[in-house]
């Protein structure tokens, strides 16, 4: 295994025109979309370093999470690391460059996992999404949320949609005129409009984040 930012390399996908074909048939969406360049998904290879991220980034500004994530790969020299040295990094180092205690523990967790238990994209990739959310989420402080963004930004998956990310929430709103009163009817709502661009629910969601400038932002390897 290589020791070097190779293992991060983005493996991108070419434009889907069948997802723009298929999203047009909700016409609010489709009109949104319409003004929008197409999206492409991408395959990452450094599943561990991704999730890490991931936790590191969580309630925080993009700015903050990237100040930290650069100071994460500064441990290492400025790649991407194995999973073994992210559990062999002493906690009082992790936490000095800005984590608080759970979290420095949650990047350990999955650290950990990723060596005893395995976390090749080829093995995910034999999964469908709901194994992987359940494998991944054995780990703790991996929630579903943080799987459903991993599928998308990390697997390619085409038909994820995240109902419980605030910015798809507030973009179906404004979009569709919903009403977030009665929680469970809110959700069911928001369910059954995304059945409709299944199956390509990944690409939905990436335009309505687009649209509200609320993308969670995908974590960018680091240069070689």
């Avoid at 360049?37 to 590191?56: G, Q």
């Avoid at 359940?134 to 949320?145: D, E, F, M, P, S």
């Avoid at 038909?159 to 404004?174: C, E, K, S, W």
């Avoid at 995304?194 to 960018?220: E, F, I």
Wanted: aromatic share 8%.
């Amino acid at each position: 295994m290589k020791k070097t930012g190779e293992s991060a390399t983005l493996l991108v996908k070419p434009v889907s025109m069948e997802y723009l074909i298929h999203l047009a048939k909700d016409k609010k969406l489709g009109k949104l979309i319409g003004q929008q360049e197409p999206f492409r998904l991408s395959k990452r290879k450094d599943i561990h370093h991704y999730l890490c991220a991931s936790i590191m980034s969580q309630q925080l500004s993009t700015k903050v999470a990237d100040t930290i994530h650069k100071r994460f790969l500064n441990i290492y020299d400025g790649r991407v690391p194995l999973a073994e040295e992210i559990l062999s990094t002493p906690f009082a180092t992790l936490r000095a460059i800005g984590l608080s205690n759970a979290k420095v523990n949650y990047v350990h967790n999955v650290a950990r996992f990723a060596i005893e238990q395995g976390m090749d994209p080829r093995r995910l990739n034999k999964m469908d999404n709901e194994e992987v959310i359940g494998y991944l989420t054995q780990i703790k402080g991996v929630g579903r949320w943080t799987a459903e963004m991993l599928l998308m930004f990390g697997l390619g998956r085409e038909d994820v949609f995240a109902p419980d990310d605030l910015g798809i929430q507030n973009a179906m709103i404004r979009l569709y005129k919903l009403d977030r009163t009665d929680k469970k009817s809110f959700r069911e709502d928001l369910l059954r409009i995304s059945q409709k661009w299944s199956p390509y629910r990944t690409y939905a969601c990436l335009h309505l984040w687009h649209w509200k400038d609320n993308s969670p932002a995908p974590v960018t390897p680091p240069k070689k």
